[in-house]
């Protein structure tokens, strides 16, 4: 092989490796590059900003805020962002927020957590993600958007936060904010209808994510998981005593935890196994269809 014949291969695998790194580059696109740790908080920050953002979720479909650990395109994305918006309590967020602020001195945090009333857990019946956070003898309740209510602060929070990046364009990120706040408002307002007819305030679930929603509506949330560990022999049969003595006649329970001890109590009390879904991205529409789903099975 000549030397010319050389130079011209040499001069082609650049020009291929080069314009494959072009490709795999995220174009500019001339949004405000956004990460949020959950799928919810996708939907607040697109009605917020509409056209006007870019958001990547850092916890993907089906995983688990307790357990998941970012892959590099989620790093990526952290890299190119302008604002983190996260719940705030999330083990993942514990875990990984300095690595993110070593990725992007720059980028802005905002924790939803800043902003609402903070639950915490009551002892064996619920869980605690962790044991950090004592207060009143419970851990922070890291499940805090699923409740209407803590969801309209975070939005504001979320307009405000783009409106201090995005100045030029804030009256159009209020006014979006204001109309998506008022669909949380009728959110609210349906589900206190739905709920103002049950029969049993006694909701048993597998994963302990539903404090919120059952401060908000009146219901006694009693959760299979303890610590975050399965419940002992002696711990599923007091809750099995409890199933029976209250007449509990479903179980609900969500993808990202096994199900097999939920199935094993509720085929030992006769009770119904329903899947719900709290790390769902559409939002209005799925607190909508959970909320009607809990209040007929407790009606």
Same mark, same amino acid.
């Given at each position: 092989?000549?030397?010319k014949?050389?130079?011209?291969?040499l001069?082609?695998?650049?020009?291929?490796?080069?314009n494959?790194c072009?490709q795999?580059?995220?174009?500019?696109t001339g949004?405000?590059?956004?990460v949020?740790?959950i799928l919810?908080?996708?939907?607040?920050v697109?009605?917020?900003?509409?056209?006007?953002?870019?958001?990547?979720?850092?916890?993907?479909p089906?995983?688990?805020p307790s357990?998941?650990n970012p892959k590099?395109s989620e790093l990526a994305?952290?890299?190119r962002?302008?604002?983190y918006?996260r719940i705030?309590?999330?083990?993942?967020?514990?875990?990984?927020?300095?690595?993110?602020?070593?990725?992007?001195p720059?980028?802005?945090?905002?924790?939803a957590s800043?902003?609402?009333?903070l639950?915490?857990?009551?002892?064996?019946?619920?869980h605690s993600h962790?044991k950090?956070?004592?207060?009143?003898?419970?851990?922070i309740?890291p499940?805090?958007w699923?409740?209407?209510?803590?969801?309209?602060k975070h939005?504001?929070q979320?307009?405000q936060a783009?409106?201090e990046?995005?100045?030029k364009?804030?009256?159009?990120?209020?006014?979006?904010?204001?109309d998506y706040?008022a669909?949380?408002e009728?959110?609210?307002?349906?589900?206190?209808?739905e709920?103002?007819?049950i029969?049993?305030?006694n909701?048993m679930v597998?994963h302990p994510?539903?404090g919120?929603?059952?401060?908000a509506?009146g219901?006694k949330?009693i959760?299979?998981?303890?610590?975050?560990?399965?419940p002992?022999?002696?711990e599923?049969?007091g809750?099995v005593?409890? *199933?029976?003595?209250?007449?509990?006649?479903v179980?609900?329970?969500?993808?990202?935890?096994g199900t097999?001890? *939920?199935?094993?109590?509720?085929?030992?009390?006769?009770a119904?196994?329903?899947?719900i879904d709290?790390?769902?991205?559409?939002?209005?529409?799925?607190?909508?269809k959970?909320?009607r789903?809990i209040a007929?099975?407790?009606?």
């Amino acid at each position: 092989m000549n030397k010319k014949s050389v130079i011209l291969i040499l001069l082609l695998a650049l020009f291929l490796a080069t314009n494959g790194c072009i490709q795999n580059q995220k174009p500019e696109t001339g949004k405000i590059n956004i990460v949020v740790s959950i799928l919810p908080q996708k939907e607040f920050v697109r009605e917020v900003g509409k056209e006007k953002v870019e958001v990547q979720e850092l916890i993907p479909p089906g995983s688990s805020p307790s357990t998941y650990n970012p892959k590099p395109s989620e790093l990526a994305n952290v890299e190119r962002a302008k604002i983190y918006f996260r719940i705030g309590q999330l083990p993942f967020e514990k875990s990984h927020t300095e690595t993110f602020r070593g990725l992007n001195p720059d980028m802005k945090i905002v924790s939803a957590s800043d902003v609402v009333e903070l639950r915490h857990f009551e002892g064996k019946k619920e869980h605690s993600h962790e044991k950090e956070h004592e207060h009143n003898g419970g851990a922070i309740d890291p499940h805090l958007w699923l409740s209407p209510e803590n969801a309209k602060k975070h939005v504001e929070q979320i307009y405000q936060a783009l409106a201090e990046i995005d100045p030029k364009n804030k009256d159009y990120y209020q006014k979006n904010a204001n109309d998506y706040i008022a669909k949380l408002e009728a959110l609210d307002q349906e589900l206190k209808q739905e709920f103002s007819n049950i029969k049993t305030e006694n909701l048993m679930v597998f994963h302990p994510a539903w404090g919120c929603l059952a401060d908000a509506y009146g219901l006694k949330q009693i959760a299979i998981e303890q610590a975050g560990k399965d419940p002992t022999a002696e711990e599923l049969a007091g809750l099995v005593d409890f *199933a029976k003595e209250n007449n509990v006649k479903v179980i609900f329970v969500q993808k990202q935890f096994g199900t097999q001890n *939920a199935e094993a109590l509720a085929a030992e009390v006769g009770a119904a196994v329903i899947q719900i879904d709290p790390l769902a991205e559409n939002y209005l529409e799925n607190m909508g269809k959970i909320g009607r789903e809990i209040a007929k099975r407790l009606s």
